[in-house]
Every structure is written in structure tokens, then in C-alpha cells.
């Protein structure tokens, strides 16, 4: 049964306060349903700090490793950081607070090297681990950890373009959903709703700096508005990426249910879609939903570094949607 972030923290507090805290956690939970916010509370009730994003201001005696900005990776050499940091001595005899967050993101041989870390580890030290998908996590990990699920908060409504997404991801199950032509299909429908996307963002932005011309162009100079217009097309750009990254988002909801369903979890991101991601899960091996979940985060790092957006699309979803 999964908590609430305010079940979560009555649970975890009272452990604290017996003495019975374990050495580690394992905080799951999708997008939304608090799993910093209960990691910054836990961490502070730890170490005796008042509250606050302990992500944002990493008090003394809380370390970090979280994927970089990259690779969108952890690395081994963050994971000898966080062991290494761990070995120090806490002021005035304080736990000490490891987080590793998206640890779905440990690359193999920094989760190697962390499994050592979960097996001894240091005096006085709390182990939080946080994932929106721990079935991908090695089992020798998840069982060295206490399970902490999180329950999804209210999730905003699907916009138009994803729930099309989700409608367009439903003919990846259609028995003649054979060969490349599918996957080709998709990458064409994705591509289109980007554009959409693009267009409604450019056209909104469009207007709201014309009212700006009209409203300041003779109590102002030309510099002011040109500065304005410089802002308009950062603005335009920055919502873009934010909802193009929403759409890739919904890519990995409908993989992530197809995991769950072909490892016999419940919960489901894209309930809508049931019956579809269950469909595929019994096509597909686990160790195929996995590759498939891979190339998704590849195509993830590739739109992060600028790679060039409509090739990387297609090569990922040659990848991932032909069966």
C-alpha cells in the first residue's frame, strides 16, 4: 500500500524516535508525489535542522549524488564521493544523510559500487534512495532497502497533445503493428505534435508582445521593446523544451506501465491505457522492456544536449517502437 508524503514522514518520524530508523530507503513514486519533499524532511529530522530543501542548500552532513547534467547519469565517481564523505566523522555525533536520487539512473558500475555501500554501511549513516521507477533498480538493491511507495498526488489533466500521444502509442499494439512502419508512423505523429506545440506557444507569445508595442511604443524607446521581443523568444523556447520534455514524459509513462504489468505490479501511470501496455507486456521479455526503457533515456540525453531533434526522434523510436 502506498503512503502519503505526510503517512511517510508520521511513519519514518516514529521510527526516529524509537530508535529503530533503518540504515536505508527506498522512496518510489511518480512525478508529483513528493519523494524530495519527504527526503528533505526525513534528512533534516536526521541531522537536526530546521526545514528546508536540503537539495537546494545541502546542509553539513548531507551528500548528493543525483544524474548529471550530461550524461543524465550518476557516475562511479559520484558514488566514491558519497563513500568517502560517509567515512568522515558527523559533527556533534549526527547521522549522516546519503542521497541518491533517480538511482534508476546509476549507471552499472556505480550501482556496483553502491551495492558495497548498502552491505556495510558507515556508522551512523541514513541511505535515501529515490526512483519514479524502481522496478528497473537491481534486486540486490531494492532488497537492502525498506520500501517507501509514495502515492500519486492529484496529477494534472493530460493536455490535448499527450492525450493524443497516448492514443497514437495504442496502434503499437495492433496485430499488423509489424516491421518498421509503425515505429515510422509514431516518429511522424510525435513530430507533429511538437509542431503543434510550437505553434500554439509561438502564437500565444506572438500576441502578448504585440500588446506590449501597443501598449508602451510611445511612452518608451526601441531599445526597450527589442530587449522585449529578445525575452518573448527565450520564453517561447524554454515552454517548448518544458512541454516537449511533458511529451517524452508520457513516453516513459506508457513503457513504465508496460514494466509493471510484465513484472505483476499494480500501479499504473496511464490507467486509460491498461488494457493496451498489458497487451504488450505479454509480447515482450522483461529484459526487452528494459532495452526499449534504455533508448528512451538516450533520446532523453540526446534532446538535453541540443542533439539535432528530429534525427534523434526518429532513431529512438526506430529503437523502441518496432516489434
Not at 519527504?38 to 529530522?45: A, E, G, H, I
Not at 566514491?80 to 544523510?97: D, F, I, P, Y
Not at 511507495?149 to 493536455?159: F, H, I, N, V
Request: hydrophobic fraction near 40%; glycine fraction near 4%.
Amino acid at each position: 500500500m502506498a503512503f502519503t508524503r505526510s503517512g511517510a514522514f508520521e511513519y519514518l518520524s516514529r521510527a526516529h524516535e524509537n530508535g529503530r530508523l533503518a540504515h536505508a530507503y527506498l522512496i518510489s513514486g511518480p512525478a508529483g508525489s513528493g519523494k524530495r519533499g519527504l527526503t528533505s524532511d526525513l534528512s533534516n529530522l536526521v541531522i537536526g535542522t530546521k526545514s528546508g530543501d536540503v537539495f537546494a542548500s545541502q546542509p553539513p552532513g548531507v551528500y548528493l549524488a543525483e544524474p548529471e547534467s550530461k550524461s543524465r547519469r550518476i557516475v562511479i565517481e559520484q558514488v566514491r564521493a558519497l563513500e568517502h564523505a560517509l567515512q568522515m566523522r558527523s559533527s556533534e555525533g549526527r547521522r549522516k544523510v546519503a542521497i541518491v536520487a533517480d538511482a534508476d539512473r546509476l549507471q552499472p558500475q556505480a550501482a556496483n559500487a553502491f551495492l558495497k555501500t548498502l552491505e556495510e554501511p558507515p556508522n551512523d549513516s541514513l541511505l535515501i534512495l529515490l526512483s519514479a521507477m524502481p522496478e528497473v533498480l537491481p534486486d540486490t538493491i531494492l532488497s537492502r532497502c525498506i520500501a517507501v511507495p509514495l502515492a500519486a498526488d492529484e496529477k494534472a489533466a493530460l493536455s490535448a497533445e499527450e492525450k493524443e500521444l497516448v492514443e497514437l502509442l495504442a496502434t503499437a499494439v495492433a496485430p499488423a503493428a509489424k516491421g518498421v512502419q509503425p515505429a515510422y508512423r509514431l516518429a511522424r505523429g510525435f513530430h507533429r505534435l511538437l509542431a503543434q506545440m510550437r505553434d500554439a506557444i509561438q502564437t500565444e507569445n506572438a500576441a502578448a508582445l504585440k500588446r506590449e508595442e501597443a501598449r508602451y511604443k510611445q511612452t518608451t524607446d526601441g531599445a526597450w521593446l527589442d530587449e522585449r521581443e529578445d525575452y518573448f523568444k527565450a520564453l517561447t523556447e524554454s515552454q517548448y523544451v518544458r512541454q516537449r520534455s511533458r511529451l517524452v514524459e508520457t513516453l516513459f509513462f506508457w513503457w513504465s506501465d508496460v514494466l509493471r504489468a510484465s513484472t505483476g505490479v499494480k500501479q499504473r501511470e496511464l490507467p486509460s491505457a491498461q488494457k493496451q501496455t498489458e497487451i504488450l507486456a505479454q509480447k515482450l521479455k522483461t529484459s526487452e522492456i528494459l532495452r526499449r526503457i534504455r533508448r528512451l533515456e538516450e533520446l532523453r540525453d540526446h534532446l538535453g544536449r541540443n542533439i539535432q531533434e528530429a534525427l534523434a526522434i526518429e532513431v529512438a523510436f526506430l529503437s523502441v517502437f518496432t516489434f
